[in-house]
T-cell receptor, first 111, second 114 residues
Framework: GQQLNQSPQSMFIQEGEDVSMNCTSS?????WLWYKQDPGEGPVLLIA?????ELTSNGRLTAQFGITRKDSFLNISASIPSDVGIYFC???????????FGKGTKLSVKP | ETGVTQTPRHLVMGMTNKKSLKCEQH?????MYWYKQSAKKPLELMFV???????ENNSVPSRFSPECPNSSHLFLHLHTLQPEDSALYLC?????????????FGPGTRLTVT
């Protein structure tokens, strides 16, 4: 079935460092979404990207929709302890609501 | 209440029990989704309802039975589950099924089957 390859699987960083994670696919996607999930909670939508090449920011978070439409990355600048959690990418291929999710990147931030 | 709510948050059930998970969305959305989240696996889409009609059923075993009585409520009825069904079950909603890229999730029900 369709898969998204998300990397890295986990990251251990120092507070204040920048973070970068990405998702790739062998297929073209029309939409890329980035979610964050805290322990015991559901995923929360961070950023939605709709056009190839689009670069969108949400506070310290920046995400880009790859030009080839087969990848996306998420950057977090100046990380803080509350950035801890699992970050998921999700892509949508057609015009309907089904999303395909990556396996997640687990972020740990050391104060 | 705002957003998407789910009850119960935690559920432990035996393999012969029958239980139901409930989801309610307060966003005025027309599409609702059930996902299963297991450790080390991507979220798996189970069912999709659009305007109270099921539009997607991704080869889910019949021991899982969804119900959507109206556009705000979604249920997942469970019976004779297996231990491997233990997981976090997430409900989500989106404005519509077509062209609805942004799905909003509830907090999930942590299900343990003993």
């Amino acid at each position: 079935g369709q898969q998204l390859n998300q990397s890295p699987q986990s990251m251990f960083i120092q507070e204040g460092e920048d973070v970068s994670m990405n998702c790739t696919s062998s297929s073209i996607f029309n939409t890329w979404l980035w979610y964050k999930q805290d322990p015991g909670e559901g995923p929360v939508l961070l950023i939605a990207l709709y056009k190839a090449g689009e670069l969108t920011s949400n506070g310290r978070l920046t995400a880009q929709f790859g030009i080839t439409r087969k990848d996306s990355f998420l950057n977090i600048s100046a990380s803080i302890p509350s950035d801890v959690g699992i970050y998921f990418c999700a892509g949508q291929r057609g015009s309907q609501g089904n999303l395909i999710f990556g396996k997640g990147t687990k972020l740990s931030v050391k104060p | 209440e705002t957003g998407v709510t789910q009850t119960p948050r935690h559920l432990v059930m035996g393999m012969t029990n029958k239980k139901s998970l409930k989801c309610e969305q307060h966003l005025g959305h027309n599409a609702m989704y059930w996902y299963k989240q297991s450790a080390k696996k991507p979220l798996e889409l189970m069912f999709v309802y659009s305007l109270e009609e099921r539009v997607e059923n991704n080869s889910v075993p019949s021991r899982f039975s969804p119900e959507c009585p109206n556009s705000s409520h979604l249920f997942l009825h469970l019976h004779t589950l297996q231990p491997e069904d233990s997981a976090l079950y997430l409900c989500a909603s989106s404005q519509d099924y077509e062209d609805a890229y942004e799905q909003y999730f509830g907090p999930g029900t942590r299900l343990t089957v003993t």
